[in-house]
């Protein structure tokens, strides 16, 4: 790759990076939906619309997707001359180096990553093991370039590190943590800096590498501790480059700063959209923030009129406020996915990207003189607050760095003194650890960002230690569900074991454990709710294991499959030939990824005395398909009070949302804070609601036979387990309500096409509901809707009754039976849901306005017809209606007349095939008789007899209808059969399964000899009347 040159005007740079498929990705048989046909350009395909693509151009485009191979070092490099892949050495040769160049001439830099979460920010910038990213490269390479120079200069670097979650600072070089973080002050000359920072002075490159491993390791034990997630955390590294000429007493200084901001997928707005504390979260406030930030600039940089640039919104605009449309050379790196799945989180940031490369800046060479500078550190030393042993002071981003020569303040060379005394007691500290790290066995911690993996190691040291929360203990763990004294370890004659505490959670391997047990070398161990730690064994155990195989998705997958949940579980209904459907996929990955935050969850509940209990469950989508397809699914979490039992269902975002706002509630419980809220500001609370239970589905076909239907069907839940059963009839009935008898069954379902359809739909009786088992004061409401309406009915609320007698009907009419109308009958389930209610919630009601009625006072539905008239909106509702009588009217009188007409057509038809016939006998008879020439009435078929055979004709016909209608039927009642038996599930207690088997295979039998005995009528009937028919024809009259 070449340099590419730096921009002439201070305009944002941006490139773009797009990084190698994940295993989750792999796994899932996603495809790449990016490509870069150059240098600055990059396509993004649609995956759902291929021929809808966008391209993109920016300043560069680094395609880190395939291509490549691993070096004897481990370093991923081009895998032959012709490939595009760009290596980090590529990505830091433009970007690194153009911020050293820029710090080298005294401009500040910046440095941002941003994307959605795993998108690869870090890796780009700090990089994994061999493969270091920017900011290491960059340290590095400063150090180099200050040890070649020979003039009469000094250089002064220092260093500091910061995460900012949740809108607080914590200080990542600093091992106390300051309730509240850090806060940001503003000061007319500099500006915004973070007050008590600290700011360290550094010597050499592995100083920098050092403090970069102690501030992962804060960030790591923070993250633990808090149980937030560091991909909600923005990363700042400041590094202050100061060049001392001492000949000129002139001073060049730079700051450089390199922010790893947090994942930046936005909240699927559907489900927490509708949380009522949808807005207490100020964890996207700092991205949310900058997002505006950007799009103010860009639209100013446009020519648009920005009143106001909203920088003081959040902490992170504040700090980044020169870096965006300041004294600053900025460039943005927008990493991304190449995942069809994540095609709408990549083409945010590309977007995002794009808004950001309008935005200028106008950065100026910071030079100062010795003079001049004193005065502004006198200043300085005013604002003081921080008081460290290593120098901590303001250290503000962006702003002038580096303490000068004068009293109160203590000189560079004094603060160099003090720093290498710690460097050496650090160094001491790291000699020993990594001694104990080749010779005892420990645990490594594994976090969700593999950043922060293998950062923590706990030595299990000869004998026997105690590992928890509390002081006294060898192993001092913190985490989530971790208690004062959580477990034991002992080390003992080249064993280790493990002991838990009574009550406390140790799992090995994905199965919990509640004894002694032995560990062997990689045996995965969670601790408390979601605490991971791969187990290193002795060396004499050790081999040249790949540990980045152990990630935090391993140890998640393996408790899952412990829990038995899998993708073939989950799926088996959709499993088309092996491959998992990609739906299924994700609600495995959805379930696995919220598991252990629901764990999380029911700890932080527990501890703040919630009373909760929250159950991830997967809903089956299908329950709401009319046509019951099987595939939808989806998580949700099921709340339920252990108390009252009172029941709340929360989609996958509202939890989200919830467990966000809980950490928040938890953290300051931990700091000592009451642990109380207002009950409407309480993430683990809600008003009490109305809970789906389940779903019965019942096939209309019968219906557009004009056959009436009564059934005894299952309410279904989640689980597919049955909840209850309905007890329910669908009858076909006069206009006036008189149900229809056999006479008016149809064969064929079109022969209702344009015809008065009435049905009436009776819920008759709801049997053993389960919820008002399990909870006597609750009650039961059902709701169903049918075809094109927009409403939804439903029953009167039944409170405490475990079998209600509903009898509820309601007659429906379609004035004009549609083809789209008659179809939706034949292949299509009404779906009636069942609701529990609780005590104090409100009931359900139609939401939608009045449906449309006839003159009967029947809900009308297939109504498009009426609507479209009614749409042309020219005349009043009122006439309009009597105007769609009379037009239905005059559409049956014309079917009617159509009907006879085509009657008499095929009468006419066979009158002319009997005069031809008895025509053609005449003919015959000719030759031998040729003195008749006129023809006797008696030759010609007799009136009588066209008669009697038309009669004859209708009366098989009339049979044979008659035959075919029953064996209609009873198909039907098969097919209702057959659908039941396949959404009975088997129960999940093995105890349970053979009764199964049997009904089962009772059901089957029964199924059978319908089936038999249909088809045995049917022949029977046909041969009866062939039979008939044939004496008829041998024996006229
Ligand atoms: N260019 C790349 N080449 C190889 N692997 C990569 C590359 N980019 C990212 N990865 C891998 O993808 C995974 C996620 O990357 P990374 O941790 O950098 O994402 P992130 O954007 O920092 O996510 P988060 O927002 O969660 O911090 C890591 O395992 C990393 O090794
Ligand atoms: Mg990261």
């Not at 014309?894 to 006998?921: F, I």
């Amino acid at each position: 790759m070449m340099t590419a040159p730096l921009p002439s005007t201070d305009g944002v740079r941006v490139a773009v990076r797009v990084r190698p498929f994940s295993q989750r990705e792999k796994t899932s048989g996603s495809k790449c939906v990016i490509s870069m046909h150059s240098r600055t350009t990059t396509t993004i395909r649609d995956p759902k619309n291929p021929e809808h693509r966008k391209t993109f151009t920016f300043d560069l485009a680094y395609w880190s997707h395939d291509g490549f191979q691993k070096d004897q070092d481990g370093v991923f490099i081009s895998a032959d001359p012709s490939s595009q892949f760009a290596s980090q050495k590529d990505v830091f040769h433009d970007l690194g180096r153009g911020i050293l160049d820029s710090a080298w001439q005294g401009y500040n830099a910046t440095l941002l990553a941003y994307g959605q979460t795993g998108s690869g920010k870090s890796y780009s910038m700090v990089g994994f093991g061999a493969n270091k990213g920017i900011i290491p490269n960059v340290c590095e390479e400063l150090f180099q370039a200050i040890e070649k120079q020979e003039g009469n200069e000094e250089y002064q670097v220092t260093f500091s590190m910061l995460e900012i979650y949740n809108e607080q600072i914590r200080d990542l070089l600093s091992r106390t943590k300051k309730p509240g973080g850090l806060k940001v002050r503003e000061d007319q000359q500099l500006g915004f800096y973070v007050d008590g920072l600290k700011s360290v002075p550094c010597e050499n490159y592995a100083q920098i590498e050092r403090l970069m491993e102690q501030g992962t390791k804060i960030r790591t034990t923070a993250s633990t501790n808090m149980n937030a997630s560091s991909s909600r955390s923005h990363m700042v590294i400041t590094i202050q480059f100061k060049q001392v000429f001492l000949d000129s007493n002139l001073t060049k200084q730079s700051s450089i700063n390199l922010v790893d901001l947090a994942g930046s997928e936005r909240q699927k707005s559907s489900g927490s959209e509708g949380d009522r504390l949808k807005e207490g979260s100020r964890v996207n406030l700092s991205l949310t923030s900058l997002g505006n930030v950007i799009s103010a600039l860009a639209d100013a940089a446009t020519g648009k009129r920005v009143l106001h640039v909203p920088y003081r919104d959040s902490v992170l605009t504040k700090l980044l406020q020169p870096a965006l449309g300041g004294n600053s050379r900025t460039t943005l790196i927008a990493a991304i996915s190449p995942a069809d799945i994540c095609y709408e989180e990549t083409l945010s940031t590309l977007r995002y990207a794009e808004r950001a490369k309008k935005i200028q800046n106008k950065a100026v060479v910071n030079t100062s003189t010795l003079m001049r500078e004193s005065k502004a550190e006198n200043n300085k030393v005013l604002l003081t607050r921080g008081n460290s042993r290593m120098a901590e002071r303001p250290a503000c981003l962006l702003a002038e760095p580096g303490p000068g020569p004068q009293t109160g303040q203590p000189t560079w060379a004094h603060q160099l003194e003090q720093a290498r005394e710690e460097w050496h007691q650090q160094y001491l500290a790291i000699a020993q650890e990594r001694q104990m790290t080749e010779t005892l066995p420990h645990l490594l911690n594994v976090n969700e960002d593999p950043q922060l993996t293998g950062v923590l190691k706990y030595f299990i040291q000869a004998g026997s230690c105690d590992a928890g929360r509390a002081a006294s203990n060898a192993i001092l763990l913190q985490g989530l569900g971790i208690s004062d004294k959580h477990a034991s370890f002992t080390n003992l004659d080249g064993k280790v074991t493990v002991t838990p505490q009574s009550k406390c959670k140790v799992v090995i391997n994905g199965v919990p454990i509640v004894t002694k047990t032995k560990l062997q070398h990689l045996d995965r161990i969670i601790l408390g709710s979601n605490s991971a730690y791969l187990y290193i064994g002795f060396p004499s155990e050790r081999g040249n294991e790949d540990l980045n195989r152990f990630d935090y998705d391993f140890f998640q997958l393996e408790r899952a499959a412990a829990e038995g949940v899998s993708v073939d579980k989950l799926g088996a209904a959709g499993c088309r030939e092996g491959n998992a459907d990609p739906s299924v996929l994700a609600v495995f990955q959805d379930y696995v990824k919220l598991m252990p935050l629901v764990a999380e969850a029911n700890q932080m509940g527990k501890e703040l005395e919630k009373g909760l209990r929250m159950e991830l469950k997967v809903k089956n989508l299908a329950s709401s398909d009319s046509r019951g397809y099987d595939l939808q699914k989806e998580v949700m979490v099921k709340v339920t009070h252990q108390r009252t039992h009172e029941v709340w269902i929360w989609s996958k975002a509202k939890f989200i949302n919830r467990k966000f706002l809980m950490e928040e509630l938890y953290q300051r419980f931990l700091e000592g804070e009451d642990g109380r809220v207002a009950q409407e500001d309480d993430p683990f609370w809600d008003p009490v609601e109305v809970v789906h239970l389940g779903s019965a589905h019942i096939w209309l076909q019968p219906l557009a036979y004009c056959m009436k239907l009564e059934d005894q069907v299952e309410f279904l839940n989640c689980d597919g387990i049955e909840e209850a059963v309905l007890h329910i009839h669908v009858t076909p009935c006069s206009p006036a309500g008189q149900a229809c008898g056999e006479e008016d069954v149809v064969i064929d379902p079109s022969e209702l096409l344009g015809k008065r359809m009435d049905f009436q739909i009776g819920l008759v009786r709801c049997l053993g509901i389960k919820w008002l088992k399990e909870g006597a004061e609750r009650g039961i409401q059902m709701g169903y809707r049918i075809y094109d309406l927009s409403s939804t009915f439903y029953t009167k609320p039944v409170w405490k009754i475990v079998n209600p007698q509903i009898e509820e009907t309601v007659q429906f009419t379609a004035l004009n039976a549609s083809q789209e109308f008659l179809n939706y009958l034949q292949t299509n389930a009404l779906i009636v849901d069942l609701w529990g209610l609780q005590e104090g919630c409100a009931q359900l009601s139609c939401s939608q306005p009045d449906p449309m009625v006839t003159s009967e006072g029947h809900i009308m539905v297939d109504t498009k017809k009426i609507s479209t008239v009614m749409d042309t909106g020219q005349t009043t509702s009122n006439q309009i209606s009597e105007l769609y009588m009379k037009l239905l009217k005059l559409e049956q009188e014309m079917e009617l007349l159509r009907n006879v007409n085509r009657a008499l057509r095929e009468e006419n038809v066979l009158l002319k095939y009997s005069l031809e016939k008895a025509g053609s006998a005449q003919q015959a008879q000719k030759p031998s008789d040729s003195g008749k020439v006129t023809q006797t009435p008696a030759q010609l078929p007799a009136e009588g007899e066209i008669h009697h055979t038309s009669a004859q004709q209708a009366s098989s016909d009339r049979e044979l209808a008659k035959a075919l209608k029953v064996f209609y039927q009873s198909l039907n009642v098969a097919r209702g059969q057959f659908l039941r038996l396949r959404h009975y599930k088997p129960p999940e207690d093995d105890g349970l399964l053979r009764p199964f088997v049997h009904q089962q295979s009772q059901r089957l039998k029964d199924f059978g000899e319908l089936l038999e005995s249909s088809l045995w009528r049917l022949k029977s009937d046909v041969a009866r009347i062939v039979k008939e028919k044939r004496a008829c024809s041998l024996h006229p009259g």
